[in-house]
């Protein structure tokens, strides 16, 4: 699988911005978003189930982001609302071929991987 992410930018607090992730390739369970803010590790943000398009959210982005899908475009979403400082990284969006739901957090359980796209957030 193949993922292009883009939509990253220079935002003020309280700003919206919207990722895009376009996949290609083979089939895939599970699409999720990560981020790496500077000397932190990679954390979980969002992810979907391509397959009745369940969504999990971590704590810190639950109301203020939402994920989702085009099933017709092969492209997955990442609503960022009300942004704060803290959200500030670079974002990363993942496939699982064969994800399964227990792992869908897990960084480690997706194959392939974007380029990841910067966000930083103003206060």
């Known amino acids: 699988v193949q993922l292009q992410a883009s939509g990253g930018g220079l935002v003020q607090a309280g700003d919206s911005l919207r990722l895009s992730c376009a996949l290609s390739g083979p089939t895939f369970t599970n699409l999720g978003w990560f981020r790496q803010a500077p000397g932190k590790e990679r954390e979980f943000v969002a992810a979907i189930r391509w397959s009745g398009g369940y969504t999990y959210y971590a704590d810190s982005v639950k109301g203020r982001f939402t994920i989702s899908r085009a099933s017709d475009k092969n492209t997955v979403y990442l609503q960022m609302n009300s942004l704060k400082p803290e959200d500030t990284a670079v974002y990363y969006c993942?496939?699982?071929?064969?994800?399964?739901?227990?792992?869908?957090?897990?960084?480690?359980?997706?194959?392939?991987w974007g380029q990841g796209t910067e966000i930083t957030v103003s206060s």
């Open positions: 993942a496939a699982a071929q064969r994800g399964i739901l227990s792992t869908i957090r897990v960084a480690t359980s997706y194959d392939s």
